[in-house]
């Protein structure tokens, strides 16, 4: 998986509480991205960051934060989990110029009760 | 204007066979299409991706052709082998993987390949 971890890999919450999924690399790509897996929706962006403390929304982003503080993490925040936000998150990595692959890491699957 | 529509949403291929999966999109800004590989319980892995500046690329068995007319794309996989059953994710890029390189994704085919 390109040097890409993901913590925790399974989670169990429940509403209203707080949840943050971590993601590392190791491979000093530039560009970090999240994204949530639905049956019948695909991958979706949530928040991607295209540098260190330097982040943008994406299509679904609403319920989410995202922070960056060094170029190896990328912190995913659900503020307050709601039962629609059970989903299986990925993060994925890029160098960004000329190429346009994203790397993915193993995925979080989260569900929320 | 910024989806990328994929079907079918399943598809069963005997050994040998040819597997077909079809993509379309709107945006013509659009300049990077890829094909994404998921296995059951992993993370997406690109499988292989092409410009508008080309109609087909071929990487071994597989295949993608490009209609910019049509702005459709397909991925060919020929020969299926029973271990090509995996879940497939067409997307679409503007920027041509530069600054932020967005993928849009395809809601994805689930291949099974019959021995």
């Known amino acids: 998986d390109a040097g890409i971890t993901q913590s925790p890999r399974h989670k169990v919450t429940e509403t209203g509480t707080p949840v943050t999924l971590r993601c590392h690399q190791t491979?000093?790509?530039?560009?970090m991205y999240w994204y949530r897996q639905d049956p019948g929706h695909g991958l979706r962006l949530i928040h991607y960051?295209?540098?260190?403390?330097?982040?943008d929304k994406g299509e679904v982003s609403d319920g989410y934060s995202v922070s960056r503080s060094k170029t190896e993490d990328f912190l995913l925040t659900l503020e307050s989990a709601t039962s629609s936000q059970t989903s299986v998150y990925f993060c994925?990595?890029?160098?960004?110029?000329?190429?346009?692959?994203?790397?993915f890491g193993p995925g979080t699957r989260l569900l929320v009760l | 204007q910024q989806q990328v529509k994929q079907s079918p949403q399943s598809l069963i291929v005997q050994k040998g066979g040819i597997s077909i999966i079809n993509c379309a999109y709107e945006?013509?800004?659009?300049?990077?299409f890829p094909w994404y590989q998921q296995f059951p319980g992993k993370g997406p892995a690109l499988l292989i991706a092409?410009?508008?500046?080309?109609s087909e690329k071929k990487e071994g068995r597989f295949t993608i052709s490009f209609n910019k007319s049509a702005k459709q794309f397909s991925l060919h996989i020929m020969d299926s082998q029973p271990g090509d059953s995996a879940t497939y994710f067409c997307?679409?890029?503007?920027?041509?993987?530069?600054?932020?390189?967005?993928?849009?994704f395809g809601t994805g085919t689930l291949l099974a390949v019959q021995p």
């Open positions: 994925a990595i890029s160098e960004g110029l000329g190429d346009g692959t994203q790397y």
């Open positions: 491979e000093n790509h530039r560009y």
């Open positions: 960051s295209y540098g260190v403390k330097d982040t």
């Open positions: 945006n013509t800004a659009f300049d990077y």
């Open positions: 092409i410009r508008p500046d080309v």
């Open positions: 997307a679409a890029s503007k920027d041509r993987g530069g600054a932020t390189n967005k993928l849009i």
